[in-house]
């Protein structure tokens, strides 16, 4: 009867080990993804900060060639810089419905 007692608590032993392996692995696992998806999500915040500033420099170029009554470099400045936003913002966009679509 020892030998069988000594054999259930190993068996117990190691299931246990299996388990708390398993959740481990699971933990760690949403872990990671839970990282991945910060990381987009900041990336995310920064291209928007990045649009809304080129927006409203876009916006005083307007606002101050308006009141001067000319154009200047200030409006081609700010249009270049609201077209590489844009560029930067749209092919977020795009590698992230990819990224669905591969789900």
């Given at each position: 009867?020892?030998?069988f007692e000594k054999i259930l608590v190993?068996?117990?032993a190691i299931v246990q080990s299996v388990?708390?392996?398993v959740i481990l692995y699971?933990?760690?696992k949403n872990d990671?993804?839970?990282q991945e998806a910060q990381k987009i999500k900041e990336k995310g915040e920064?291209?928007?900060l990045e649009m809304t500033a080129a927006n409203g420099k876009l916006s005083y170029a307007c606002a101050m060639a308006i009141k001067r009554g000319k154009v200047n470099?200030?409006?081609e400045d700010a249009v270049n810089a609201y077209e590489a936003a844009k560029e930067k913002y749209y092919e977020f966009l795009n590698m992230q419905a990819i990224h669905c679509l591969k789900k």
């Open positions: 009867m020892e030998i190993y068996v117990f388990i708390g392996g699971k933990i760690k990671a993804r839970a920064l291209l928007n470099g200030e409006v």
